[in-house]
């Protein structure tokens, strides 16, 4: 075996990892073996691999400092190939698996040796808070380059360049409770409510559940905590209505206790999912939980203490220590010192002397402690160090020694000699700040508890915290808390919870903790060594310091300038102890500073868990009509209008070759204006209107008159909002007395109803009239051409002789033997019957059609032709020519506009306001380019002096614009400022290209204007 | 059929008399996307009731109720989200808002139907609108239904919250449609036609999982 | 994420079926010739923007089509009734404001949504002013 495969930290016995299975990994390229059961982070120290990452600012060598999602400078990208690759993964958090390959996040060119480095240690005065204010701020076009090296060289990871092979999903939960955490106080909560019957959601972020229980050295029942985790988690897993999530993280709590988990299903197996019988599972899943009360477990987050030099590799969290001991069999160092404020810390010292390995010093900041556990390390000889603590770590990278004093915490000064006592790992423990972060972010404010040194969670009607997550550490009184909380959960509920006998636990003296934020150095604060608060961000104890000098006083304030909390790391680590810090700064207490907000996502979520199922052909829904299939096999190209997907044309093959749009379009326009053309027009929106007061309501709704039109008729209509402005558009027939079928624009379908059912609703509910969507039930075919009339004959058995069927009726019969409803109203100013048919009959109409259609020249056009046939007509469309802010009598419609109309119709009153009566409103005109080659940009900004300095006044913008085959030459139809007053005059449309055309403002029907040929 | 009931309202049967080619909805779909066998191994079933009669009732509860008593023998579900269900199973009545109803039986029966009811309802405010060309009905069967639906619906399908004899209108995918619990063993999914190509789809993907097959 | 008591499908849904419509109770002028360009104006284009309690027009869109008005605040997101249309709402910035000068806690409920959630409303609110 070679030295690189040895585990020199590895125990020989103990933790909770499979010895059988080994597992080997490659790390920054060298290639390492662990167990199953580990982290990376875990094995990384097994093997006794120091040095993990370059720190953000000063790129100084970082080493594992926790066990959990706590941790600030393991942050790794994953990933064997490109297409794998993922950043921003905690050592701590990922699992290992065999062949895994992960490189430090930020180690650009190398970790033990970099660029950054010397620019670090060259210029760290270059780089105080506030750095990216301070340093980058000018030239500011410089900054792009600035930040490409910045974010290089500060590693905040890379996407992959390759499509991710791996699918992810979503699955939406509804609870009756939501317990998140499964630690002693979670267990205790869920085994509570699942025994009361409600439906229980149980989520814990590691890979086993269970929390401190797994790495606990007190009993339950005498026997190990881990025991008793199992045996619930067994009863749990056996009931019906629990749901258990391991690998599963409460990343964000939204409103109405809608919570997301992030699953993650397979990252523990493998870089991509194994395919399973031809399927791929998804590599991870969001759980979108609607939960009806919320238990937050989410334990508590031990504080670092900060002294100098706190960041060399080999200063740990003491939790962390006794994690990597116990749980995993890794104890990583040989020679410990341990610094604490608490009690609780010293089982890091007790289970690193079980390791065999030695403890040098507990270093504890009180005076006389007297705890339990601190009487245990008396009894074993342990040389304690009262009233004192680690004033600085010496070492490169890696610690080699402590300077340990005396202190004053409340002078906030060293008082003793320094005594360097040579180590290699430091163990430090300011006390347990509780996991608020779920609870702030329903935007409750969290509350300063002096008896646990921490911020306590603010807590909205429905959550509930238990356990360490509001400051209740010891075990016993954890667990039994967890039953209370959940008793009043499901008396929320008004579920009756049934009594949980909780397992005995050997009583344990504990004493007092100090609160120490900041240790003092001989040195102030701004001339020693550098102490981190936030490890991940850079931040230092200086940093905080100046900020508040340069007046900064805020926290939300200090925070930003410093980067203290940011990013991924969310402040889990160093906030309370940077708020401490800036409190003192500013001769305030924690609670008068506050704590800053905690946001969403509490770790980093893959985007692919967010954009779930909902990728590739299934992002957004595609709506086709009925004859979908007969479009694509003619080689139809398509437009997307709204979610539907429409022919915009359709190209053929001449002499070997396809035709461009502009031929396709100019084919099926002469099509239409010489021959017959049909088009699929089952997009536009239909409703069907019934009920005595039908006509009444749309009088009140269109902008004209319905009292009058009679039973076999069709009107067009323009609606409105109530401001004056066009809404939709579109043709209502009358089909029986009561009885109307509306159509809207294809975009407005919806709108529309909703549109109908507001006022219905909410101001005239005395009208008796129903509104019911039949878009989807009609297809709709326009068959329109001189010889549109001949050809339907072929198939009808309506009578369509010109007096019996005329412009703007409607008849009932068959069309291919189906029934029909066939309508003659016209969208591009020739004969035209649009026939509806029940969609399910619509291919064999439309292929009956084309049966018959040979010999008239039947030609399929799209979207793109109907649009250059119903601009030469001067219909507008509406959406593209209006945009909300154009009246009826800016379209020049007057002749749609009932202004007598006894009921003050919706947008009447507004044509009125002084605004809507300016003469200088933008109206709808015809522009004819002087030159007929060019088709002008729809959009482009029309003004009436080409020669105006810049900037010009723009007076108005092409709205539609098109070549026309039939007037051979490009048309538009535009707004300008006072235009219908303007005909005959020049305007000029600067380009982008320097050009500047020239048109003359025409009326808007450019074919056809006295309408002879739609009413043949 | 009355005469003031025949100019009030356009009715007709819109299902031709002669044998002509329908297609459903799904037509497209199972042309491009196929339709994968349904094998020992499919924990969904997926298959598609076409060419139903579908209508839509608009109008008072109890007016609407004694009308459909007296025509198809079994009442109108008065509370919210309730689907009743003849004692064949063949026709169903689901309650979709105050003053809505969906009414399903098999294909052809609909214009009788509609015929017979307008008779009966006479003079009365309503609505009666004949929908079955706009929308299909799917069925989901299989132990593994309701996760697939968990997959797809914000909506709760936990049997306590969606018990037999339920149906909703609610979000679907980035779509809607109308999911009901005739029976304990079958989901149904009322899809609209121009969105069943997108569903059919995500139902495939969503439910691969499982090894879904689709009955012809 | 709202999940939303629809007062006609008498059950709470997902935000995803509901459109907001903007504020509740404006009621269109009956005699719209008779109004004034500014009376006009302030129908058309002028909305309330309070902090705290404020009745809301929405629509169960993906649903019952049905449209209703909620009582919510605008601070804590909570949702203190639904009403439907030509009901009027039960709890107001003015009965809660007069609750607290009478030193009641107890606040009346307002339709099914607000079964326990007025009454930590009310205390919301008493927070902001206290």
Not at chain 1, 705 to 714: A, F, M, S
Not at chain 1, 721 to 736: E, N, R
Not at chain 1, 850 to 867: A, I, N, R, S, V
């Amino acid at each position: 075996m070679s030295k690189s495969l040895k585990q020199p930290n590895r125990l020989r016995e103990g933790g909770r990892i499979d010895r059988s299975r080994k597992l080997s990994f490659t790390f920054n390229g060298q290639r390492y073996q662990g167990h199953a059961g580990d982290t990376l982070a875990s094995a990384l120290l097994a093997n006794g691999v120091d040095i993990v990452n370059r720190s953000f600012k000063y790129s100084r060598p970082r080493g594992i400092v926790a066990a959990g999602a706590e941790e600030p400078n393991a942050l790794v990208q994953l990933g064997s190939s490109e297409a794998a690759q993922v950043p921003n993964v905690r050592a701590t958090q990922q699992a290992l698996f065999e062949g895994l390959v992960a490189r430090s996040t930020n180690g650009w060119p190398s970790v033990q040796r970099d660029l950054m480095g010397m620019v670090g240690k060259l210029s760290g005065s270059l780089m105080p808070p506030g750095f990216y204010y301070k340093t980058f701020m000018a030239p500011a076009s410089m900054w792009m380059t600035y930040e490409k090296y910045i974010r290089k060289g500060a590693g905040l990871g890379r996407s992959p360049m390759e499509p991710d092979p791996d699918i992810y999903d979503h699955l939406h939960q509804h609870c009756d409770l939501l317990v998140v955490g499964a630690g002693p106080a979670g267990l205790a909560a869920a085994l509570t409510a699942a025994r009361s019957g409600a439906r229980v959601i149980l989520c814990d972020e590691q890979e086993e559940m269970g929390g401190s229980l797994l790495d606990s050295r007190e009993l339950l029942d005498h026997q190990p905590a881990a025991q008793w985790a199992a045996r619930v988690l067994e009863e749990l897993a056996g009931l019906d209505n629990v749901t258990l999530l391991a690998r599963t993280t409460a990343n964000g709590y939204h409103d109405h206790h809608f919570v997301t988990l992030h699953e993650r299903r397979t990252e523990h197996l493998g870089e991509t999912a194994a395919v399973k019988g031809g399927y791929r599972p998804a590599r991870s899943r969001m759980h979108r939980v609607r939960a009806g009360q919320v238990i937050l477990a989410t334990g508590a987050h031990e504080r670092p203490l900060v002294y100098a030099n706190n960041d060399v590799p080999g200063n740990l969290l003491a939790g962390a220590v006794s994690t990597y001991i116990r749980r995993y069999g890794v104890v990583p160092g040989n020679k410990l010192v341990l610094s604490t404020s608490n009690d609780h810390a010293y089982r890091a010292a007790l289970d690193w002397q079980d390791a065999g390995r030695e403890v040098v010093a507990i270093v504890d900041a009180r005076l006389s402690p007297s705890g339990d556990l601190v009487e245990q390390a008396r009894e074993r000889g342990i040389r304690i160090i009262e009233g004192s603590a680690v004033l600085e770590a010496k070492g490169g990278s890696r610690v080699s020694a402590a300077r340990v004093a005396a202190i004053d915490i409340g002078a906030f000064k060293v008082t003793g000699q320094a005594e360097t006592l040579a180590c290699d790992t430091i163990a430090s423990s300011g006390g347990y700040s509780p996991v608020i972060h779920l609870a702030s972010h329903t935007g409750a404010r969290p509350t300063w508890n002096e008896e646990i040194l921490g911020f306590v969670p603010g807590l909205v009607k429905g959550v509930h915290a238990a356990g360490s997550a509001h400051g209740v550490h010891d075990l016993g009184e954890g667990l039994a808390d967890g039953v209370a909380v959940a008793a009043r959960a499901l008396e929320a509920l008004g579920v009756s919870a049934r009594a949980v006998e909780l397992p005995q636990v050997d009583a344990r003296r504990e004493g007092l903790a100090c609160a120490l934020y900041q240790v003092p150095h001989e040195k102030p604060t701004l001339r020693a060594p550098k102490q981190f608060v936030d490890l991940q961000n850079d931040v230092t104890a200086a940093a905080i310091e100046i900020a508040t000098r340069e007046g900064f006083e805020s926290i939300e304030h200090v925070k930003r300038y410093t980067a203290m909390g940011f990013g991924t790391d969310q402040g889990k680590l160093g906030n309370i102890n940077g708020m401490a810090i800036a409190a003192r700064c500013l001769g305030r207490s924690i609670p008068e500073v506050g704590t800053t907000v905690f946001r969403p996502n509490y770790t980093p979520v893959t985007f692919g868990a967010i954009a779930g199922r909902h990728c590739r052909e299934l992002f957004d829904p595609e709506r086709y009509t009925a004859l979908h299939q007969w479009h694509v096999e003619h080689g139809a190209e398509f437009e997307d209008v709204g979610q539907w997907k429409r022919p915009w044309y359709f190209p053929q093959t001449v002499n070997g070759k396809q035709e461009t749009m502009h031929e396709a379009v100019a084919r099926e326009c002469l099509a239409v204006r010489e021959k017959v053309g049909i088009l699929d027009a089952s997009t536009l929106g239909k409703i069907d209107i019934q009920g005595p007061d039908a006509r009444e309501f749309l009088n009140r709704v269109y902008t004209n008159k319905w009292l009058k039109l009679e039973v076999g008729r069709v009107r067009y209509g323009l609606m409105c909002k109530d401001d004056g402005m066009l809404m939709d558009d579109g043709t209502t027939s009358c089909l029986g007395e009561n009885h109307f079928l509306m159509t809207t624009t294809t975009g407005g379908a919806a709108g529309v109803l909703e549109w109908l059912e507001l006022w219905h609703q909410t101001e005239w509910p005395e009208l008796q009239v129903y509104f019911t969507s039949v878009t989807d039930h009609w297809a709709t075919m326009t068959v329109t051409g001189p010889e549109a009339r001949k050809l339907l004959a072929e198939v009808t058995d309506i009578d369509l002789a010109r007096d019996q069927f005329k412009f703007m009726d409607w008849r009932e019969g068959t069309v291919a033997g189906v029934p029909a409803r066939v309508f003659r109203i016209s969208f591009t100013g020739e004969l035209a019957y649009e026939i509806n048919v029940q969609a399910n009959y619509a291919m064999h109409v439309w292929k009956t059609l084309f049966e018959h259609g040979d010999k008239y020249g039947l030609t399929p056009y799209g979207t793109e032709t109907m649009h250059v046939l119903r601009a030469e007509k001067g219909f507008i469309i509406a959406g593209q020519d209006s945009d909300g802010s154009v009246t009826p009598e800016d379209l020049g419609m007057q002749w749609a506009v009932g202004y007598d109309k006894p009921f003050s119709w919706i947008g009447k009153r507004s044509l009125s306001r002084s605004d809507t009566r300016r003469s200088d409103r933008k109206q709808l005109v015809g522009l004819k380019p002087k030159d007929p080659t060019v088709v002008l940009e729809e959009g482009a900004q029309i003004v009436f002096d080409p020669e105006h300095a810049i900037p010009m006044p723009m007076v108005g913008h092409v709205t539609s614009s098109y070549y026309s085959p039939t007037l051979g030459g490009g048309f538009a139809l535009a707004v300008v400022k006072g235009g219908h007053q303007r005909m005959g005059e020049t305007v000029y449309l600067p380009m982008a290209d320097g050009k500047t055309h020239a048109a003359e403002i025409v009326g808007t029907i450019f074919y056809d204007p006295k309408g002879e040929r739609q009413n043949v | 059929m009355s005469d003031s009931t025949a100019t009030r309202a356009n009715v007709y049967d819109v299902r031709p008399a002669s044998e002509v080619p329908a297609e459903s909805p799904l037509a497209w779909s199972c042309h491009t996307s196929g339709r994968p066998s349904v094998s020992a191994n499919s924990r969904v079933v997926l298959r598609e009731r076409a060419m139903l009669g579908h209508l839509i009732l608009r109008g008072g509860a109890i007016v609407l109720d004694e009308a459909v008593r007296g025509v198809l023998g079994f009442g109108l579900p008065a509370r919210p989200n309730a689907l009743s269900l003849s004692d064949d199973g063949e026709r169903s009545i689901q309650w979709l808002s105050p003053d809505e109803w969906l009414v399903i039986v098999p294909g052809g029966e609909e214009f009788a139907l509609e015929q017979r009811l307008r008779e009966a309802l006479g003079d009365a405010h309503y609505a009666i609108v004949n929908v079955g060309g706009g929308q299909t009905l799917l069925e989901l069967e299989g132990d593994k239904a309701r996760e697939l639906l968990m997959k797809s619906t914000p909506y709760d399908v936990h049997p306590d919250a969606f018990p037999v004899g339920k149906g909703v209108t609610t979000v679907f995918a980035k779509s809607s449609l109308i999911l009901r619990r005739p029976d304990e063993a079958r989901w149904e999914l009322v899809v609209r036609r121009s969105f069943a190509d997108y569903l059919y789809r995500w139902l495939l993907d969503a439910g691969a999982e499982y090894a879904i097959g689709v009955e012809q | 994420m709202f999940h939303i008591y629809c007062p006609y499908c008498e059950e709470l849904r997902e935000e995803e079926e509901f459109h907001p419509k903007g504020q509740a109770h404006i009621e269109r002028p009956k005699d719209p010739e008779a109004c004034s360009d500014e009376e006009w104006g302030d129908y058309l284009f002028f909305r309330d923007n309070p902090r705290g309690i404020h009745h809301e027009l929405w629509v169960h869109a993906v649903g019952c089509r049905k449209f209703f008005n909620i009582t919510r605040n605008t601070v804590t997101y909570d949702i203190l009734e639904t009403y439907k249309m030509g009901e009027q709402p039960r709890v107001t910035a003015e009965s809660l404001a007069s609750q607290q000068t009478q030193g009641n806690v107890q606040v009346a409920s307002g339709g099914q949504q607000t079964v326990g959630a007025s009454s930590a409303a009310a205390e919301a609110i008493k927070g902001e002013q206290a």
